[in-house]
T-cell receptor, first 113, second 114 residues
Framework: KQEVTQIPAALSVPEGENLVLNCSFT??????LQWFRQDPGKGLTSLLLIQSSQREQTSGRLNASLDKSSGRSTLYIAASQPGDSATYLCAVSYRNTGNQFYFGTGTSLTVIP | DTEVTQTPKHLVMGMTNKKSLKCEQHMGHRAMYWYKQKAKKPPELMFVYSYEKLSINESVPSRFSPECPNSSLLNLHLHALQPEDSALYLC?????????????FGAGSRLTVL
């Protein structure tokens, strides 16, 4: 089974700080990687999608990078705000597993005003 | 329309009841998914429909029965559930299958089995 790990499991930062969330996967033959945000008891909102041929994607204050050789992706959040508080999940798909997306365990982020 | 709509938002049912969860999208997506999520855990894939055909069934118990009547609609029929089946059930869709496209999720249906 494909393993996707996110460290740390929880993170608390003061407002305004820049921060990095990590996602590690065991198989470098990925198809794409997506970062999601989930507010408590709610569905998931897609933040960024990185195709296997790309190294990074940016959207506003968010920047996601992908290093297939080391099996890692990072999500960089600049100038964090209390509204960024949520759980962040990465999900990986592989060419040989069809429609299967493997989710990481998530990082719960709290931004303190 | 860029949404996936799930109904009902909350459902409470007894172990002998029969109920259904409904999911609808009008984005022209041809792949639709059911995920189950327990508290503080990542979503777990249950079923995938690609072009209205079941393409993945992750060994889900038969008390969960998916149905895809057309390309916009996905149902999950529930029968004789157990209390441990209580969870948030998430529907998602993507433009096509193959894991190449963005997943768009609905807000979920919170199921409680008494």
């Amino acid at each position: 089974k494909q393993e996707v790990t996110q460290i740390p499991a929880a993170l608390s930062v003061p407002e305004g700080e820049n921060l990095v969330l990590n996602c590690s996967f065991t198989d470098s033959a990925i198809y794409n990687l997506q970062w999601f945000r989930q507010d408590p008891g709610k569905g998931l909102t897609s933040l960024l999608l990185i195709q296997s041929s790309q190294r990074e994607q940016t959207s506003g204050r968010l920047n996601a990078s992908l290093d297939k050789s080391s099996g890692r992706s990072t999500l960089y959040i600049a100038a964090s705000q209390p509204g960024d508080s949520a759980t962040y999940l990465c999900a990986v798909s592989y060419r040989n597993t069809g429609n299967q997306f493997y989710f990481g365990t998530g990082t719960s982020l709290t931004v303190i005003p | 329309d860029t949404e996936v709509t799930q109904t009902p938002k909350h459902l409470v049912m007894g172990m002998t009841n029969k109920k259904s969860l409904k999911c609808e999208q009008h984005m022209g997506h041809r792949a639709m998914y059911w995920y189950k999520q327990k508290a503080k855990k990542p979503p777990e894939l249950m079923f995938v429909y690609s072009y209205e055909k079941l393409s993945i069934n992750e060994s889900v118990p038969s008390r969960f029965s998916p149905e895809c009547p057309n390309s916009s609609l996905l149902n999950l029929h529930l029968h004789a559930l157990q209390p441990e089946d209580s969870a948030l059930y998430l529907c998602a869709s993507s433009r096509s299958g193959g894991g190449a496209n963005v997943l768009t999720f609905g807000a979920g249906s919170r199921l409680t089995v008494l």
